[in-house]
Nanobody, 119 residues
């Protein structure tokens, strides 16, 4: 069993910063990628950022403001969020894509952490 535990969410004013962390534990399999998704009120879950090896990918809405990074030794991924806007308000979910065997991957999700940005 794999667990993903997020932390670092909270309430912040527009223009402020937060840093989210997500630690994977349990029966860790080889990690293909890790990432962050978010779901705002009344919206569908959307990609925020992913990291695969040394490569990163960002949603256009967060480029230049958010930075994803990882610590392989700790099986942890971080999301540094700067210049936050009210529209960044959402529940942020950590995701890990792990390789069970060749040709079979499993995707795991954290429980989510609330980020609220006030104007």
């Amino acid at each position: 069993q794999v667990q993903l535990v997020e932390s670092g969410g909270g309430l912040v004013q527009a223009g402020g910063s937060l840093k989210l962390s997500c630690a994977a534990s349990g029966s860790i399999l080889p990690i293909n990628s890790m990432g962050w998704y978010r779901q705002g009120p009344g919206k569908q879950r959307e990609l925020v950022a992913t990291i695969t090896g040394g490569s990163t990918n960002y949603a256009d809405s967060v480029k230049g403001r958010f930075t994803i990074s990882g610590d392989n030794a700790k099986n942890t991924v971080y999301l540094q969020m700067n210049s936050l806007k009210p529209e960044d308000t959402a529940v942020y979910y950590c995701n890990a894509d792990m390789r069970v065997r060749v040709g079979l991957n499993n995707r795991y999700w954290g429980q989510g952490t609330q980020v609220t940005v006030t104007s």
